[in-house]
């Protein structure tokens, strides 16, 4: 779709709404004291925002009173990608501006968070309380002597729990990493052990579609495989009693100390995200105080345009960046809605009852949960007081048309949304935990498109030589450097990893895997990942992971496992199996293969079709073809979705064509 195809918006703030917003003061106050430009709107601030990018920057500490602990030297130090240098000299504390709503005596009672699990019933935690607990666990772990650098994990589902844990490691200086209590021991392990853990907080189990499900045996082998783990903290979720040597979480949150910020360098490691996996372990992303910061700041309080009157709720994992975003939420003093839950229990309509009892003023999902409730006859605004929702946000996959105009037509005729609702189809990645476009409240949105590029973020789309397009198809780059690009990989000691995965194609350019267009008018379309990560409702998986364990199967010689984007916003996830001579692809065997991926890996990830084939194509170097199936499954031609002198067996490739034609 280009922007000629649908140049009538199906959304357009009114003009109070854009004199409202936080992005239109910004821009006024930065014209005044930075020399933005005050008129031409969102346009013009953003080209001002990428040309004089270290003055936005400052513009952005300035307005959002970041506390520099330590002053900077300059912005900039080191422009260059991979190895940018922010506010150099700095020190601060990402804990310390999350709780800083906690400092003001008018808002210490009222909720920070809002704990909603599948009962539906909001249990709120104060801003005084949540304080009280970070500064009482802040202690706690220095008590266990933990230090600033040193890696402190997660294995805990969407609960206060995870927040308080993750606030006290970012207060010592040490560094956060999780994992949802449904991804199975070897998931986990292949990321925790790369970071070394030296605390693990963990669940004894979770609740999930109306089960209670036990994880005791998964902790304990995490225990036993993790030597470098000097305390276990037991979070009784099922109410089961703490296992020999763990701490009791209510022991170590139990008194009423203020929390004591140490002030770490603006690069110091905040989190380490992981990446899916897809050509071996998951990479270990790490991203820094400083950078989250104000990254956050910007994208929180301008484009999403939360503030202490708002309530934020995003359907997420800790298993997934958006935990992280939605913790962030903090920083803009709005209340955070944390919900520990399948996400269509006991009902297609489940989400949209939470965002009603917690008074959501932004509310996030993915892509696939709104075709979802399209599919089933959900009706959000007629049968929820949706009233206070101000925006419906969708990440995980592109947002395609017919869900846009579902949203639209649901809250059209509603009066939750005067003058229509306003939808935010947003894209970024794990690998800067943000967005690279997406919400703009003071912008029309038009059918399957994101509304603009962030600020400070110089998107473009190009071609193979690096050559910039408008209104064609290309490569997603960003041409300058974020404050959330990770400042390394870890055990990626001369960053050759790191270096490798964003900037081998494109010299000095963030490459990041997805297809875009740029529009004539400045929006942009996105395509899909033009990788071949394995994205299902918002949590991303390499094949890696499938083959490792699939592949243990006897009966299995080789698999090939391939995620497609279906035209009417599905996805597709078939498991190509190459069997062992003498196997058959039964029931039985079809049945152990679901079974494992479900028990080894996640529930999540099990494949919507396995199908047998008479052999899985490779690169001459022996990798297995995955972007060129996946082309050939979306009805891209043989000659144009494989350079042909790269394959082992040219032959194979056409069972996959010939699969499209026979499912289309």
């Known amino acids: ?58 513009a952005i500490t300035d307005w959002f009173d970041v506390e520099f602990s330590t002053p900077y030297a300059r912005v900039l130090g080191e422009r260059s990608m991979p190895g940018a240098q922010w506010f150099p000299g700095s020190t601060l504390n990402y804990a310390q501006h999350a709780l800083r709503a906690a400092d003001d005596p008018t808002r210490a009672d009222a909720p920070a968070l809002l704990h909603v699990d599948e009962s539906h019933d909001p249990q709120p935690v104060t801003w005084a309380e949540l304080r009280r607990q970070v500064g009482s666990l802040t202690a706690e772990l220095r008590t266990l002597g933990v230090r600033p650098g040193d890696r402190v994990s997660g294995y805990l589902p969407n609960i206060p729990q995870a927040v308080v844990a993750l606030l006290a490691t970012a207060a010592v200086g040490a560094v956060w990493t999780s994992c949802a209590p449904d991804f199975g021991a070897r998931s986990v392990l292949d990321r925790f052990q790369q970071v070394e853990p030296v605390v693990l907080f963990t669940v004894d189990g979770y609740r999930y579609g109306g089960k209670e499900h036990d994880r005791r045996e998964t902790v304990a082998e995490l225990r036993s495989e993790l030597p470098s783990l000097r305390a276990v903290v037991h979070i009784p979720l099922l109410g089961t009693d703490a296992p020999e040597g763990a701490l ?263 490459r990041h895997g997805d297809w875009i267009t740029l529009t004539s008018r400045g929006s942009v379309i996105i395509h899909g990942r033009s990788d071949s990560t394995l994205n299902r409702q918002g949590v991303r998986m390499g094949s890696a992971d499938i083959y490792e364990a699939v592949e243990r199967l006897p009966e299995i010689r080789e698999s090939l496992v391939i995620g497609v984007e279906q035209p009417d916003g599905g996805y597709w996830m078939p498991l190509f199996v190459h069997l062992a001579p003498g196997a058959a692809l039964d029931d039985a065997l079809r049945d152990r293969i679901k079974r494992t991926i479900r028990e080894q890996l996640s529930p999540r990830h099990v494949p919507d079709e396995i199908i047998e084939v008479p052999g899985v194509p490779h690169t001459l170097t022996g990798k297995r073809i995955e972007v060129p199936v996946k082309r050939l499954l979306q009805g891209t031609p043989l000659n144009k979705a494989v350079n042909p002198g790269s394959v082992d067996n040219l032959d194979l490739l056409r069972f996959y064509e010939n699969l499209f034609r026979a499912r289309s």
């Open 1 to 58: 779709m280009t922007s000629s195809a649908n140049p009538a918006p199906l959304w357009q703030p009114s003009p109070e709404r854009i004199a409202e917003a936080q992005i239109t003061r910004f821009q006024a106050w930065a014209a005044e004291h930075y020399g933005a430009p005050a008129e031409g709107g969102y346009a013009t601030l953003h080209h001002w925002s990428v040309t004089e990018l270290e003055t936005f920057w400052k």
């Open 248 to 510: 009791e979480w209510s022991a170590l949150t139990s008194a009423d100390i203020a929390p004591v910020y140490e002030a770490v360098p603006f690069d110091h490691p905040l989190w380490v995200l992981y990446s899916s996996g897809t050509t071996g372990l998951p990479k270990a992303i790490v991203q820094s105080q400083g950078g989250i910061l104000v990254e956050h700041l910007k994208q929180l309080g301008l484009h999403c345009d939360l503030g202490p009157a708002d309530r934020f709720f995003w359907y997420t994992s800790t298993g997934w960046m958006m935990w992280n975003f939605l913790v962030s939420g903090l920083l803009t003093g709005t209340t955070i809605v944390l919900y520990d839950g399948s996400p269509g229990y006991p009902d297609t309509a489940a989400q949209w009852r939470i965002a009603e009892r917690t008074g959501a003023t932004l509310y996030g999902t993915s892509a696939a949960y709104v075709m979802a409730c399209r599919k089933a006859d959900v009706h959000p605004a007629r049968d929820f007081d949706l009233s206070r929702v101000r925006c419906v946000a969708t990440t995980g996959s592109p947002l395609p048309p017919d869900g846009f105009r579902w949203l639209h037509d649901e809250f059209a005729e509603s009066p939750a949304a005067p003058g229509g609702l306003w939808m935010a189809s947003v894209s970024g990645g794990t690998d800067v935990c943000s967005c690279f476009a997406g919400a703009v409240p003071t912008l029309p949105v038009h059918i399957g498109e994101l509304q603009a590029p962030c600020l400070g973020t110089d998107l473009q789309s190009w071609d193979h030589q690096g050559k910039p397009l408008t209104d064609e198809v290309g490569e997603l780059v960003v041409t300058n450097p974020m404050p959330s690009m990770p400042v390394h990989f870890w055990n990626d000691p001369d960053g050759t990893r790191y270096h490798d995965s964003y900037f081998d194609t494109y010299p000095g350019v963030w």
